[in-house]
T-cell receptor, first 111, second 114 residues
Framework: EDQVTQSPEALRLQEGESSSLNCSYT??????LFWYRQDPGKGPEFLFTLYSAGEEKEKERLKATLTKKESFLHITAPKPEDSATYLCAVQAQNAGNMLTFGGGTRLMVKP | DTAVSQTPKYLVTQMGNDKSIKCEQNLGHDTMYWYKQDSKKFLKIMFSYNNKELIINETVPNRFSPKSPDKAHLNLHINSLELGDSAVYFC?????????????FGSGTQLSVL
């Protein structure tokens, strides 16, 4: 069974304090690993897809990396507007388009 | 224009009732989904559906059934609602094309069963 574990569950940062969120996964053949952002009362919003170990993607203050066992979402000099829940999900080779999500990391950035 | 829209936003009902949640996407995607997000914020796939294939998560009770009148719509019908069905339900859509499978989600329907 595919599994995704995210840590920490919650993270409080001061504005400008860089940190990383972890996503550990076990999957029967990885087809893709996805990062989403979810704001309260809204649906998840796509951030990145990573397909192979060693791949990296960046968007503004966010950078996602991938190894064979985990992915990191690095947040550089975060701002209060980066506060949200960040979700990681894996797509297995034999699972069609269906994703298995982790429980998310709730990030709070204080000014 | 909202890409994936679902209604209602909130749904409060009694145990044993039958209810439906509607979903529409205007992105021209060929695959639609229903996800359930429980109180611990875990998102779990319920159904994946395109013109050719319905994939059902085997853990979903058969009281839940997706109904698709056309490519742009995938409604969720729930029979004999139970307390444990209370959750937020998200509709999503994507292209069925390798390398472009990111999901676009609706804003969710919060279902409360009393």
């Amino acid at each position: 069974e595919d599994q995704v574990t995210q840590s920490p569950e919650a993270l409080r940062l001061q504005e400008g304090e860089s940190s990383s969120l972890n996503c550990s996964y076990t999957v029967s053949g990885l087809r893709g690993l996805f990062w989403y952002r979810q704001d309260p009362g809204k649906g998840p919003e796509f951030l990145f897809t990573l397909y192979s170990a060693g791949e990296e993607k960046e968007k503004e203050r966010l950078k996602a990396t991938l190894t064979k066992k985990e992915s990191f979402l690095h947040i550089t000099a975060p701002k209060p507007e980066d506060s949200a829940t960040y979700l990681c999900a894996v797509q297995a080779q034999n699972a069609g388009n269906m994703l298995t999500f982790g429980g998310g990391t709730r990030l709070m950035v204080k000014p | 224009d909202t890409a994936v829209s679902q209604t209602p936003k909130y749904l409060v009902t009694q145990m044993g009732n039958d209810k439906s949640i509607k979903c529409e996407q205007n992105l021209g995607h060929d695959t639609m989904y229903w996800y359930k997000q429980d109180s611990k914020k875990f998102l779990k796939i319920m159904f994946s559906y395109n013109n050719k294939e319905l994939i059902i998560n085997e853990t979903v009770p058969n009281r839940f059934s997706p109904k698709s009148p056309d490519k742009a719509h995938l409604n969720l019908h729930i029979n004999s609602l139970e307390l444990g069905d209370s959750a937020v339900y998200f509709c999503a859509s994507s292209r069925h094309r390798e390398g472009d499978e990111k999901l676009f989600f609706g804003s969710g329907t919060q279902l409360s069963v009393l």
